[in-house]
């Protein structure tokens, strides 16, 4: 096999795998969203997560907290298929000022108090934007 023959086997393998799905690099609390603004973040241990979402093939849980017109609590829960962030969000207990939703492999609940009614839709839709396509 010539150099030249080997070096456009070696581009073609290159560029086929360029044409492959994009990988995604995984959900990150920004810094700001809308007029909030994150005053901390943290990874937490799997064990710090509910049992309800554990079981159901739990990989990954971030913590996120934003203050503004109020406090909102984030936890992303980064499943290990769509169809089990999709029973989270079907099981999820409902409670007061609270969302819950899933997005792909991700299930989020988000919590807050003393917020404005109009700003929290706000930052509810900017997560999920987020989350994926």
Request: glycine share 8%.
């Amino acid at each position: 096999m010539s150099i030249v023959t080997r070096i456009l086997l070696a581009l073609g393998a290159v560029m086929f795998a360029a044409c492959g799905a994009p990988t995604h690099a995984g959900f990150v609390f920004p810094d700001t969203i809308g007029v909030w603004k994150l005053k901390a973040k943290r990874d937490l241990a799997a064990t710090d997560a509910p049992e309800s979402v554990r079981r159901l093939g739990l990989k990954r849980v971030q913590s996120g907290e934003y203050e503004g017109p109020g406090r909102i609590a984030a936890q992303v829960y980064d499943m290990t298929s769509s169809s089990g962030a999709f029973e989270a969000e079907q099981t999820w207990k409902a409670a007061a000022n609270t969302v819950a939703f899933h997005k792909e492999q991700y299930f989020t609940v988000i919590h807050w108090e003393d917020a404005e009614r109009t700003a929290v839709p706000t930052f509810v839709r900017e997560i999920e934007k987020l989350l994926g396509p």
